[in-house]
């Protein structure tokens, strides 16, 4: 059993888990269950979609075009190295908070998610998840999305927030209110 100093860091890893096994699981059952291309459920009018979607690119679909070579450098490598980084990272500081630390465990999470689904799936990234958008950006839908590119997003944004307002660990000093 690791002592208690290593294993008080080893805790947000359960985030990490968590999404991962969502994700995965949620795939799995859109791959099953629902024909792609099609939506299987709608919700609140038109403004929910369940679909079923297969995305070869990065977010908004970017890198979809690439040569195989290339789409794997940039797709598959890159993230790798982005997530070992990240681990590295929260390893050796002292100067995340609590808030930051499971943040940082839920991106790594939302990371892998997608980077297991570009290694395990010839046809690419299953997306199932679209909202109406109502023109916003020019955008009538929001590109249809999956459990881990909502893990990302939602921590990436929580991670950002916590440096604004959650005082670093160790500043025991008074912070200016905004």
């Not at 890198?63 to 050796?92: H, N, S, T, W």
Request: aromatic fraction near 10%; charge should be positive.
């Amino acid at each position: 059993m690791p002592d208690k100093k290593l294993r008080k860091p080893l805790v947000p890893f359960i985030l990490t888990a968590g999404v991962i096994a969502l994700d995965q699981i949620t795939k799995i059952a859109v791959v099953a269950a629902v024909k792609p291309g099609r939506i299987a459920w709608r919700a609140f009018g038109d403004f929910f979609w369940l679909v079923h979607q297969k995305n070869t690119g990065a977010a908004f679909s970017m890198g979809d075009g690439l040569a195989e070579p290339l789409r794997v450098a940039i797709l598959i490598v890159v993230p790798l190295a982005l997530m070992a980084a990240l681990c590295v990272y929260y390893f050796k500081t002292d100067e995340l908070t609590t808030v930051q630390r499971w943040a940082l465990c839920g991106i790594v999470g939302g990371g892998i998610g997608n980077i297991i689904d570009r290694i395990a799936r010839p046809d690419g990234v299953i997306d199932f998840l679209s909202v109406k958008f109502y023109g916003l950006f020019g955008l009538e839908r929001w590109p249809t999305f999956n459990v881990a590119d909502s893990a990302v997003v939602v921590c990436g944004v929580l991670l950002v927030v916590s440096g604004f307002f959650v005082a670093p660990k160790g500043d025991e000093g008074e912070r200016p209110k905004p």
